[in-house]
């Protein structure tokens, strides 16, 4: 780790305006926008930029393609794809040529999206394999004949994901940084098709400054967010400190973490430095949403719409303004408008998916999260949405399946484990959901339900020993408070448990614990009695035992008698 | 006035007496004739010739010159009549090629055959040579000229039987024809388009008719480059495969070799037919087993097949038909000598023989003989390019319309072939192909009906147009209506004598009728026609694999994937993406043989051929799922439902393994798990085997699938 963190700021900055020249002349636009971002976070005094060749602007245009280069970026920088393609038909130095492959992508996805339905959530997604087919073929080609450059490669890889060949796309993509390291897409676009940290190490990255972060940025894809964010502390420390979009990585890991507060606050230090950037604003706002600050998500809004109404961050933006003030189908308009912008989106289709639920429409919440995952795999709210989904329309074995990918994919989170137990409890698999209950309390239980549940199911198994001890555990956490009847149910549990077992003491505790609480009174009371009559037995004869499946067989129908009347009386 | 008409009266006399002594040459009249002929004055050449012919006294050279200015004014029965009363056509050649001419031109075949058989055309030829000793004009007529006539002759013969039906007399006449002049074209053309002859059979005629007399070398070896690319055709490519030359090396083939001789013997036609090809080691080497089959059904398709097996046995042989016209030819030709070198004249028109095979590259004929190669290998796009090369030369060359019609309707670009349709209609309502393009276009865009309008006035137009019947045959097939797609079939093959084509097809059909014994006869009967055509080779593994032959499909899908991978390499290209199906087919051959791992392979090339495939999807999920990878399995499900929502049978399964899945508890523990889980892959294989329904329901449907495909690849081959 050492090693990666000695930069010469000087190459650095070179290399980055190389880059961002040679990104222009392609018109990768986003790659160039990151690097200048990038190269404006590092200032140097002493920088001449004599040092970057004068030549690098022409570099790969051979003299006779210049002019219908020229005609054909122009062509592409106004939209029009189909004639920058033409126009470059013929060209064989390296640039001219990227621009043929590539405006003819462009043009295939921009008719693509244009043709789309206006409801997303109609979206198919085998649509662009037939505009591709020819495309992947001429690249294939030219891959196998090694004919391809960098940003050739890159190209092919963009449509190789496209296409769902990961595999491959992994290795043009890493092939292509190797050639160009400084064009941040294909990093970009090689990050989501890591899965886990034993991959990243795996591969064999470019040594070059960019790769930590890449390294960085993946991590914090792949939810090790402390890793991440160290990288990304260490970077800042090494030279990058004024690099908007390291703070804005650390944000997201902050978010990732679910440390609320300090997401929200480097997201308001990164406004007060860049007030216009609307990258990543989504996430703010569903930081806000957690908070419930409604005031501060109306004015959100308000800038993003002021900045720039079209943007798929700012049409979120909204749709999460409107879903907190329960205007779930104005919400949903403005997923689908994020959606018609970016197909790609992901929180856009994870939130309108939570819209749907909201709204009760189960199968449009399939979908959107359905898409959602075709986006990214590692979207665990989505997996976790469809999970419930599935629980709702009664496919319980579905259910069952995407809540073990959210699970996999979040092991330490105690929602997702409940939700499985939950549903192997519905499937009769209570052993299963034992253990789901269990690892749950021992991952930290979130919401604090963990051994409630636990308590239950121990209950349903008639394992009292068990049931005690969950029901102890749950009654200790102070969390509990907050739902009445459980505790009731718990404390009911325990005082008949230690009635049966004749241990007064506890069972006289438990009883007054109901006791405090009104609306069980007479329960309360009642099993005070039996303690106190037991109590008198015990001392006096042998005979109580036999009594004591009486009384217990009172006990049972007065509990539920018990809660009825706190039905009607709710 | 008076004295004014009496002065011109004794002018005019004057001159009559000077007449007197004048001399006129009627060959001046003669040469004014050509000259107008040559200029396409036609009427005035007329006007002319009947005086010269008057003059000359009916001199037989000037009676056919005016029979030939009628002819050109298309008055044929005007110009049969003038030689007909002059008696000339059972004299002289020339007019009796012409008088036939004319008669077929008026479509009075029977008695333009009638005419033929009262003469002996040879007898002619001997009479010719009297003739001249009369007649020194047309004595200037030397013997090459006079092959070429008799050439000429011959092929209006087979055309006149050709109209009347009589197809196998006709192929004898047009074989005649190129024996007489090799460079009878029309002839060739007549034979390789109509797909009249085998593969071997044209093949044979090549050598055969390859003279030596008639010209020299280099021109014989621009002659036979120019002829051979004329042969090429779909599976020429496969044929020059050293590895399939050769295939009865390995034990297995061997066996399969004596699976097809019995099965061969079993079939006269067959046989026949392997009689009749040279290139016995290349035909037939590939594997055709026969299903256990013992009694014969008496089907409809079963009795045509049976029908026709005896026509076409009866019907004609190159050997005999060749070796008949080499008997003629000893007989006349021979009295030939060499024509000089060419040296002598004009050096601009020397060019050595190498740099003429290079020059005539760019001819439209062996440009439009590669565009077929390429759409025979279904590189459309790459075939286009050089058809709209050949369109900007020459815009109304029908041989490339017909490439390009195929192009098009399966590159689905309707709106060009819509224009194109407009275009041809506008320009020549009397050709075939106009009307085969306007059908073409609308079964294009689903409307059968009118397209099978179009097409049947197509055919109206000319009989022998077997293309119409096979894009007949297709809009029937896609409508499912099975019978009637065979009965166009059926008369394609009756037009289509040397094109494996329809017997394909009707293969398909009779499997997708499930009849797979007889589609399997259809596609031996194909392959005999186009041994190496790996289409059929397919086709047949997919009959295999329907009749629950799995070991025998899987060995047909293998020879046919090295076979394709052969011919790729060979052209150093990676496999194309047509052949997906047959990779997913292998997959599914290779899982019902228990090769759950090889399964997999085949079924992941299948993908990363053609990406996106929600059907190959459900066959990895499937086997993955075998395998008791389920996990992984259900992931390749939710894939494939994803591009497909309402897939049934991929929605049943995934419900079956993730009820399995159920018990398959995540990594959280470890140790007693894996018991566990061995216990379920047993359970899953079982209960999947257990809904074998949906499984070979599967398989149909992907075959189904295939098929359509299939057809459609195959649709236009026929064009040309």
């Known amino acids: 780790m050492v090693d990666l963190m000695n930069f010469n700021l000087v190459e650095v900055k070179q290399d980055l305006i190389k880059g961002i020249i040679e990104c222009n002349k392609r018109g990768l636009i986003h790659s160039s926008k990151w690097l200048a971002e990038l190269n404006q976070g590092i200032q140097i005094v002493e920088f001449e930029n004599s040092l970057i060749d004068a030549n690098t602007a022409n570099a790969g245009i051979s003299h006779e393609e210049f002019d219908s280069y020229m005609l054909a970026k122009t062509y592409f920088d106004c939209r029009e794809y189909d004639r920058a393609a033409y126009f470059t038909r013929n060209s064989i130095s390296p640039v001219p040529r990227f621009i043929y492959l590539y405006s003819m992508y462009m043009a295939k996805e921009k008719k693509r999206l244009d043709n789309s339905p206006d409801n997303a959530t109609l979206l198919t997604g085998n649509a662009h394999l037939k505009d591709l087919s020819e495309l992947m073929s001429i690249l294939n080609e030219e891959y196998n004949q090694k004919k391809l450059d960098g940003y050739g490669m890159y190209l092919y890889g963009v449509i190789l994901k496209k296409l769902d060949l990961t595999q491959l796309a992994v290795t043009v993509f890493l092939e292509c940084v190797h050639l160009v390291p400084t064009l941040w897409s294909a990093w970009i676009e090689l990050s989501p098709l890591i899965q886990d940290t034993e991959q990243l190490r795996g591969l064999n990255l470019p040594k070059h400054w960019i790769k930590t972060f890449f390294i960085a940025h993946t991590f914090i894809e792949i939810f090790v967010n402390d890793t991440g964010i160290s990288l990304f502390e260490e970077l800042q420390h090494a030279g990058f400190e004024k690099c908007i979009y390291i703070t804005s990585q650390i944000a997201i890991a902050y978010h990732n973490k679910r440390e609320v507060d300090k997401a929200i606050e480097m997201f308001q230090q990164i406004l007060s430095i860049d007030p216009y950037r609307l990258e990543n604003l989504d996430m703010y706002s569903n930081l806000l949403f957690v908070r419930e600050q409604k005031t501060e998500m109306a004015h959100l809004a308000h800038k993003a719409v002021q900045i720039n109404k079209y943007r798929p961050e700012t049409c979120c933006v909204i749709g999460n303004y409107y879903s907190i003030r329960g205007e779930h189908q104005k919400a949903i308009l403005y997923f689908q408008r994020a959606l018609k912008l970016n197909p790609k989106y992901l929180s856009a289709w994870t939130l309108m998916g939570h819209e749907f639920m909201e709204l009760k429409n189960t199968n449009a919440a399939i979908q959107s999260y359905r898409q959602a995952v075709e986006v990214n795999r590692r979207d665990f709210r989505a997996w976790y949405g469809l999970g419930q989904a599935y629980e709702i329309i009664k496919m319980p074995f579905y259910g069952l399946h995407y809540y073990k990918i959210a699970t996999q994919l979040r092991p330490y989170d105690s929602r997702m484990l409940l939700a499985l137990g939950e549903t192997y409890e519905k499937l009769d698999k209570k052993s299963n959901a034992i253990k789901c209950y269990q690892k749950a309390c021992n991952v930290g239980d979130i919401e604090g339900f963990a051994m409630l549940k636990l308590g239950k199911l121990y209950e349903d198994l008639k394992d009292q020993e068990n049931a005690v001890n969950a029901y102890k555990n749950y009654v200790n956490d102070e969390r509990s408070n907050s739902e009445k009847n459980s505790l009731i149910h718990a404390y009911l549990y325990l005082a008949t448990y230690y009635v049966e077992k004749k241990n007064f003491e506890d069972a006289t505790y438990y009883a007054h614990k109901v006791l405090e609480i009104d609306e069980t009174k007479p329960e309360a009371k009642s099993i005070l009695k039996t303690i106190a009559s037991s109590r008198v037995k015990q001392e006096g004869d042998d005979m109580a035992e036999v009594n004591m499946d009486l009384e217990q067989s009172n006990i049972v129908p007065q509990e539920i008698s018990g809660e009825d009347m706190d039905m009607s009386t709710a | ?720």
Request: with cysteine; proline share 2%.
């Open chain 2, 1 to 720: 006035m008076t004295t004014d008409l009496i002065i011109e009266e004794s002018d005019m006399n004057e001159q009559f007496n000077n007449l007197d002594q004048q001399c006129t040459d009627i060959d001046c009249y003669r040469k004014l004739v050509k000259n107008l002929l040559d200029l396409r004055r036609y009427k005035s050449a007329l006007y002319w010739s009947e005086k010269v012919a008057v003059l000359s006294q009916n001199y037989p050279k000037d009676v056919y010159q005016m029979a030939q200015c009628m002819y050109m004014l298309k008055e044929y029965n005007r110009a049969g009549h003038v030689i007909k009363r002059s008696e000339l056509e059972k004299k002289n050649l020339l007019c009796l090629t012409l008088l036939i001419e004319c008669l077929y031109a008026s479509k009075e075949y029977q008695e333009a055959l009638n005419l033929l058989d009262s003469l002996d055309i040879e007898d002619l030829n001997t009479s010719l040579h009297e003739e001249t000793d009369i007649d020194p004009v047309i004595n200037q007529i030397n013997d090459n000229t006079k092959n070429d006539l008799l050439a000429s002759l011959y092929l209006l013969k087979a055309k006149i039987l050709e109209a009347v039906d009589k197809r196998s007399l006709a192929i004898d006449c047009y074989i005649h024809a190129l024996q007489k002049s090799v460079y009878m074209t029309e002839a060739l053309d007549a034979l390789v388009h109509h797909e009249i002859l085998m593969s071997w059979e044209e093949k044979d005629l090549i050598q055969n008719i390859m003279p030596t007399k008639q010209c020299n070398d280099a021109d014989l070896h621009i002659l036979k480059y120019l002829y051979e690319q004329k042969l090429k055709k779909y599976y020429s490519s496969t044929s020059t495969s050293p590895q399939m030359g050769h295939p009865e090396k390995t034990p297995n083939n061997a066996q399969l070799l004596n699976a097809i001789n019995e099965k061969i013997k079993a079939s006269e036609t067959v046989e026949n037919r392997k009689s009749i090809s040279t290139s016995t080691a290349v035909k037939g080497s590939i594997k055709l087993f026969s299903t256990p089959s013992t009694q014969t059904i008496m089907s409809p398709a079963n009795k045509i097949l049976y029908d026709l097996k005896n026509t076409s046995a009866s019907s004609f042989s190159i050997q005999s038909s060749l070796s008949r016209s080499m008997l003629n030819c000893s007989r006349t030709v021979n009295t030939n000598n060499k024509i000089p070198s060419r040296t002598a004249k004009n050096s601009g028109d020397i060019i050595t023989a190498k740099n003429a095979l290079r020059i005539l590259e760019n001819s439209v004929d062996i440009l439009i003989a590669n565009a077929e190669e390429l759409f025979y290998n279904c590189e459309y796009k790459k075939c286009l390019k050089i058809i709209e090369e050949i369109l900007d030369r020459d815009p109304y060359h029908k041989r490339t319309l017909f490439v390009q019609i195929g192009c098009l309707m399966e590159l689905k670009d309707s709106n060009a072939l819509y224009y194109m349709a407009h275009k041809l209609v506008d320009f020549n309502p009397d050709e075939p192909i106009s009307w085969y393009a306007v059908g073409s276009y609308y079964i294009l865009i689903n409307k059968p009906e009118q397209g099978r309008r179009y097409l049947t006035k197509a055919v109206l137009l000319d009989r022998l147009f077997g293309p119409a019947f096979l894009t007949y045959g297709h809009s029937f097939a896609k409508e499912k209506e099975h019978d009637q797609a065979m009965a166009a079939y059926f008369k394609a093959i009756q037009l289509m004598r040397g094109c494996h084509l329809p017997f394909l097809y009707i293969g398909v059909e009779c499997g997708l009728t499930k009849n797979y014994e007889m589609a399997e006869k259809f596609f031996y009967q194909a392959m005999s026609l186009a041994p190496l055509d790996v289409f059929v080779l397919h086709e047949l593994g997919v009959i295999k694999y329907e009749s629950e032959l799995y070991e025998d499909a899987e060995e047909i899908f293998r020879t046919t994937l090295s076979m394709v991978t052969e011919m790729c390499k060979q052209k150093n290209e990676s496999l194309s993406d047509r052949w997906e199906p047959l990779l997913n087919n292998l997959g599914h051959c290779c899982r019902k043989n228990k090769k759950l791992t090889e399964s997999l392979d085949f079924h992941m090339r299948a993908l990363s051929l053609k990406p996106l495939n929600s059907q190959t999807y459900t066959s990895i999920g499937f086997v993955l799922a075998l395998m008791g990878r389920l996990s992984e399995a259900v992931e390749n499900f939710h894939k494939s439902l994803a591009l497909k929502r309402d897939d049934v049978i991929t929605s049943t399964i995934l419900k079956t393994v993730l009820e399995d899945l159920v018990e398959d508890m995540v990594e959280i523990e470890g140790g007693d798990e894996k018991e566990n889980q061995q216990q379920q892959k047993h359970d899953i294989t079982a209960n999947l085997t257990s809904s074998g329904e949906t499984i070979d329901y599967i398989d149909v449907y992907r075959q189904l699938k295939f098929d359509e495909r299939e057809d459609s690849a195959d649709m236009n081959l026929e064009c040309d």
